[in-house]
């Protein structure tokens, strides 16, 4: 099993570009999500979700699309990149259903720098 | 907003010592967990103590939970270079925040040889 693999890792943006980091896991899980990371600021959750056709908002939502069509796959959009958005995005996924989020799988991150 | 605060920001000790952190929350949870994060690396799951746990062992690690306090404790017992790294706590809420695990800031911890 490769767990959560995302891509790419780095990327280097200007300011009004958009793009999609790509998250995928191969364990099946039902609960996914994207969380940025900031020093000083620990980790906030941007979107999440709870099985295939279901996604919702986080502590830190604005700026950002996510869509979940598979349950395997969780892309997170940036339409219009900002500078605020420089970040590293960890996704992550859990076996639990609906209630008690469990465990969370960490990917490796994607390291975002916009310009 | 943050639910989990860590205490203290940074640690620093002699291999072999203890380490201790502490996680202080705000609001009722289901489960507490703790979380290490080596530099440059997604983080890894230690250990997960529920509501109605007290206390929690899995190898060097032990997990106290004080629901009264909202606070929990993480003992690393005869610490080595290996676990320097930043470690977290998360918790999730009850009722309708239960889908979301909340991360405090960390506490960076070094472990000198």
């Known amino acids: 099993n490769a767990g959560v693999t995302q891509t790419p890792k780095f990327q280097v943006l200007k300011t009004g570009q958009s793009m999609t980091l790509q998250c995928a896991q191969d364990?099946?899980?039902?609960?996914m999500s994207w969380y940025r990371q900031d020093p000083g600021m620990g980790l906030r959750l941007i979107h999440y979700s709870v099985g295939a056709g279901i996604t919702d908002q986080g502590e830190v939502p604005n700026g950002y699309n996510v869509s979940r069509s598979t349950t395997e796959d969780f892309p997170l959009r940036l339409l219009s990149a900002a500078p605020s958005q420089t970040s590293v995005y960890f996704c992550?996924?859990?076996?639990?259903?609906?209630?008690?989020?469990?465990?969370?799988?960490f990917g490796e991150g994607s390291r975002l720098t916009v310009l | 907003s943050q639910q989990g605060e860590e205490d203290p920001q940074a640690l620093s000790i002699q291999e072999g010592e203890n380490a201790t952190m502490n996680c202080s929350y705000k609001t009722s949870i289901n489960n507490l967990q703790w979380y290490r994060q080596n530099s440059g690396r997604g983080l890894v799951h230690l250990i997960l103590?529920?509501?109605?746990?007290r206390e929690k062992h899995s190898g060097r690690l032990r997990v106290t939970l004080d629901t009264s306090k909202k606070s929990s404790s993480l003992l690393i017992t005869a610490s080595r270079a290996a676990d320097t790294a930043s470690y977290f706590c998360a918790t999730d809420g009850t009722g309708a925040g239960s889908y979301q695990l909340t991360f405090g800031k960390g506490t960076k911890l070094s472990v000198i040889p």
């Open positions: 992550a996924s859990s076996y639990n259903r609906l209630r008690d989020t469990g465990e969370l799988f």
């Open positions: 364990m099946n899980h039902e609960y």
């Open positions: 103590i529920r509501s109605n746990e």
